[in-house]
């Protein structure tokens, strides 16, 4: 006996399904998932993903890879340099994690005009309700 039922692993089905909903919140978010693509291109300086990430507040960054380094996605690395020199880079999982996301990611930017078309036609409508 595999120990499976339906594909869904004996761990799996064990598993609180609050932790699932907790992780994905997190690397769900709203920027984890632009800094995490960003980081697969290799290790990134604070700055550098500043500038890449548009529209993202330094406090938001900051809060995100905190987020991230404490869940094991990638890994910060301090050079006792003047001045100091801080760098982010994905580990193992954050790579597993890119290459999870990265066909939504593309998704994403290929519908982009598609979705702001959808949105402009459906609150030109007349029976749109405030919102």
Same mark, same amino acid.
Request: hydrophobic share 35%.
């Given at each position: 006996? %595999? !120990?499976?039922? !339906?594909?869904?692993? #004996? ?10 909903? &907790?992780? $994905? +919140?997190?690397? +769900?978010?709203?920027? %984890? $998932? ?7 291109? !290799?290790?990134?300086?604070?700055? &550098? ?7 993202? %507040?330094?406090?938001? $960054? *900051? @809060?995100?890879?905190? !987020? /991230? &380094?404490?869940? +094991?996605?990638?890994? #910060?690395? @301090? #050079? ?10 994905? *580990?193992?999982?954050?790579? =597993?994690?890119?290459?999870? *996301?990265?066909? /939504?990611? &593309?998704?994403? /930017?290929?519908?982009? =005009? ?18």
């Amino acid at each position: 006996m %595999s !120990g499976t039922t !339906g594909g869904e692993s #004996r761990a799996a089905r064990t598993q609180d399904p609050c932790k699932a909903r &907790e992780v $994905l +919140g997190i690397v +769900g978010d709203k920027w %984890s $998932l632009l800094i995490v693509r960003n980081l697969s291109q !290799g290790p990134r300086r604070f700055s &550098e993903l500043k500038r890449a990430v548009d529209g993202i %507040s330094q406090r938001m $960054l *900051t @809060v995100t890879l905190r !987020g /991230l &380094e404490r869940d +094991g996605i990638l890994t #910060r690395t @301090v #050079r006792n340099v003047m001045p100091p020199h801080v760098s982010y880079e994905l *580990t193992p999982m954050g790579r =597993t994690l890119r290459e999870a *996301t990265a066909p /939504l990611l &593309e998704w994403s /930017l290929a519908h982009l =005009t598609h979705i702001d078309a959808a949105r402009a036609t459906y609150d030109a409508r007349p029976d749109t309700p405030a919102a």
